[in-house]
Structures are given as C-alpha cells and as structure tokens.
C-alpha cells in the first residue's frame, strides 16, 4: 500500500492556484506511487516518461490517416 500524498499547498486565491508552487503539488501527486519512490533520477526520467506515453495513447482520439 502506497502511504498518502503530501499536501497540496493550498491558497486562498485564484492567484495562488495558478502559481508554480501549487501545479507542482498537485501534478506530483498525480504521478504514480512508484514513480515518486524511485531514487534514481534515470529510472524516474524512464518511469515517467512511459507513464506519460501511456497517458497520451490512452487519451489521443485521433482518427486521421
């Protein structure tokens, strides 16, 4: 079982909702658990960078040929 997420910063404003600090947060926290626990920078560059492949393959509704 993966333990919880940090927090998300949280502000009051829109303004601070569109700050780097709060995307950073909350798209961390979206990443996959053992993509976060990976120690080593290469193997996270790799995790992510399939995890996101995967992500757009699942999402892409492209039907041109």
Do not use: M
């Amino acid at each position: 079982p993966s333990p919880p997420p940090p927090p998300t910063p949280t502000f009051s404003s829109a303004v601070g909702q569109s700050s780097l600090k709060y995307a950073a947060g909350k798209d961390w926290n979206n990443l996959p658990w053992e993509s976060r626990e990976l120690n080593l920078i290469s193997n996270f560059k790799n995790k992510i960078f399939k995890y996101f492949l995967y992500v757009d393959n699942k999402e892409h509704n492209c039907n041109a040929r």
